[in-house]
């Protein structure tokens, strides 16, 4: 299981990513991607646990040691000791395809390498790849799943690390095919 976990991305969904790893034990690393200051973001994670701190479902320890656990940056050679990264940029394919790319120049070959899309082809994501091997879809569709999405050239390690993932953030993996399935909304193809 990767003990050190990347989101590239620190827009709401990037975020929610990084607070539900940091919370469940992980070491987890917080890009962001786009210009500006990384004091909202982290301040954004903080007022989320703050809420579950008000609604007694965290201690104010656990949330300290949650923000600890969490390290924000600009620096995208941070993700280098990362089992798996997840990338969680703006919803449109160029910028997706050139984070990814990014990433994959600066981690380890056997780093997995997601994508949180919600309607983007993984394949045409893959394309730019030097191992679309390593590469699956990731949604964390509610509180209680996770969806893998794979292609055709996703190896079966990508998705035992994937699963091993989604059960560390406590919710139940589905691996999800060449076909949606009926709960999901993102395309996966060949």
């Known amino acids: 299981m990767a003990q050190l976990v990347g989101i590239v991305g620190a827009g709401r969904m990037g975020r929610g990513i990084a607070e539900a790893a940091a919370a469940a034990g992980l070491e987890t690393v917080l890009v962001k991607a786009t210009p500006g200051e990384l004091a909202p973001a982290r301040r954004a994670i903080a007022e989320s646990l703050g809420g579950a701190v008000r609604r007694g479902a965290l201690s104010e320890v656990a949330l300290e040691a949650t923000l600890g656990r969490l390290m924000l940056t600009r620096d995208l050679d941070a993700l280098a000791g990362c089992g798996v990264v997840i990338e969680a940029v703006v919803e449109r394919l160029q910028p997706k395809q050139h984070t990814l790319a990014l990433v994959e120049a600066r ?24 191992a679309p091997t390593r590469f699956v879809g990731l949604r964390l569709a509610s509180p209680e799943r996770g969806e893998i999405a794979v ?29 949606p399935s009926p709960e999901t909304d993102i395309k996966v193809d060949p």
């Open 107 to 130: 981690v380890a070959t056997a780093t997995v390498l997601a994508s949180s899309t919600q309607a983007l082809s993984l394949a045409a994501l893959a394309e730019g790849l030097r």
């Open 151 to 179: 292609t055709r050239r996703t190896y079966p390690h990508a998705v035992e690390v994937m699963q091993q993932l989604v059960r560390a953030l406590g919710r139940t993996p589905v691996v999800v095919g060449l076909q």
